[in-house]
Each structure stands twice: as structure tokens, then as C-alpha cells.
Nanobody, 128 residues
């Protein structure tokens, strides 16, 4: 399994911004679609965003459209999730994931069972 590491979480006020990063050792991230998920206390893990290996295809969950932007930097071998206009309901542990059935493409359903490798998660808390 791919070893993924998330970073960039923290405490932010409503309306603020954070940028999450997902990295892995080696250059292998550049050959894989990467998804971002989140899990709030007492709730199921949900897909937030996904980007294909080329960066040409991106998916966003409805509630984050227009506020979150997923991108990848092939030189840095890193995938980012820029989160703006944060709301209290965005509070969750955020995970990046890889190893979809098609490898380079985001699955039709961005759900946990379609991803085989996971990071340890980073906490995002939106509170005043």
C-alpha cells in the first residue's frame, strides 16, 4: 500500500482558509488519482474531492463547490486541498486516499471503498 501523509490542518475561524497537503515518498503520487475525504464525529467518512493523475478531471462534493479547490504539483509530488470560506460544518478529520480501481482516474463514486490506501488524517476545526 501507498504511504500517504496529510498535513495543514488546524483551528480556524468561520470564513477563514486552510490548505491541506497530501504527500508520499517517491514519485508515485504523480501516477495516481488522489481523493480527499472527511469524517466528522459520529458521521460516516465522505468524499470531498478527487483529482485524476493528469489533473484534468476534478470532482467536488456539492457542499464544497466554489469553496474548495483541489490541485497537484507534480514537481513537489504533492496534492493540495485549498479550503476557503470555511464553515463550522467543515469541521472533521480530513484524509487523503489513493489506489482507485482505475489507478489514474477518479472513480465514478468517490466513496471510501473505492480507495485502497489512506493517510492518517489531519484535524480541521472551524470555530470562533
Amino acid at each position: 500500500q501507498l504511504q500517504l501523509v496529510e498535513s495543514g490542518g488546524g483551528l480556524v475561524q468561520p470564513g477563514g482558509s486552510l490548505r491541506l497537503s497530501c504527500a508520499a515518498s517517491g514519485r508515485i503520487l504523480n501516477t495516481r488519482a488522489i481523493g480527499w475525504f472527511r469524517q466528522a464525529p459520529g458521521k460516516e467518512r465522505e468524499g470531498v474531492s478527487c483529482i485524476s493523475s493528469s489533473g484534468g478531471t476534478k470532482y467536488y462534493e456539492e457542499s464544497v463547490k466554489g469553496r474548495f479547490t483541489i490541485s497537484r504539483d507534480t514537481a513537489e509530488n504533492t496534492v493540495y486541498l485549498q479550503m476557503n470560506s470555511l464553515k463550522s460544518e467543515d469541521t472533521a478529520v480530513y484524509y487523503c486516499a489513493a489506489d482507485t480501481p482505475h489507478g489514474r482516474l477518479c472513480p465514478r463514486e468517490v466513496i471510501p471503498k473505492n480507495f485502497g490506501s489512506w493517510g492518517q488524517g489531519t484535524q480541521v476545526t472551524v470555530s470562533s
